[in-house]
């Protein structure tokens, strides 16, 4: 082996976390993109949102809460009042609220099938296809 192309050895620090000195960037990742699914697998249940589809995004959402609330029209200041309101309290509170006002705002157009809609927008189909499970208990 030549020298003069060797590359340093690895950092490792504990037992699992490992740090690479000094990378070309010619590893890259082997992420395969997830496969969204079709748009009319999701549920066209028209109810309303239980306590339990609300628990179930609050959940679920995680850092996607912010692309959510925006699908579903609140306004860049509903958001920055919902995430000073409810911060000390977590982004489930977070999310919780947000889905209250929404629903709050848009009646009985905010239900199942419209939410389920803007989680597929998002690409988080997977919970999308959840509500549909849930609606169907």
């Keep these: 082996m030549d020298p003069d ?31 969204k699914c079709k748009k009319s697998q999701l549920t066209t249940c028209t109810d309303e949102l239980s306590m ?18 925006r699908q579903l029209d609140m306004t860049e200041a509903d958001i920055e009042q919902l995430q000073f309101d409810y911060y000390a309290s977590g982004l489930y509170e977070i999310m ?8 709050q705002r848009n009646g009985r157009a905010a239900n199942i099938k419209t ?8 690409d988080r189909d997977d919970i999308a296809l959840r509500l549909r499970g849930q609606s169907q208990e």
């Excluded at 919780?96 to 629903?103: A, E, M, N, P, S």
């Excluded at 939410?115 to 998002?122: K, Q, T």
Aim: charged fraction near 30%; aromatic fraction near 6%; charge should be positive.
């Design 5 to 35: 192309n060797e590359l340093p050895p690895n950092l490792q620090i504990g037992n699992k976390n490992v740090m690479v000195v000094n990378d070309s960037g010619s590893r890259r990742k082997s992420e395969k993109k997830k496969q």
């Design 52 to 69: 339990d589809h609300i628990d179930m995004v609050s959940v679920e959402i995680g850092k996607d809460w912010k692309r959510l609330c």
């Design 96 to 103: 919780y609220q947000g889905i209250q006002r929404w629903i």
């Design 115 to 122: 939410i389920a809609e803007a989680l597929w927008e998002i």
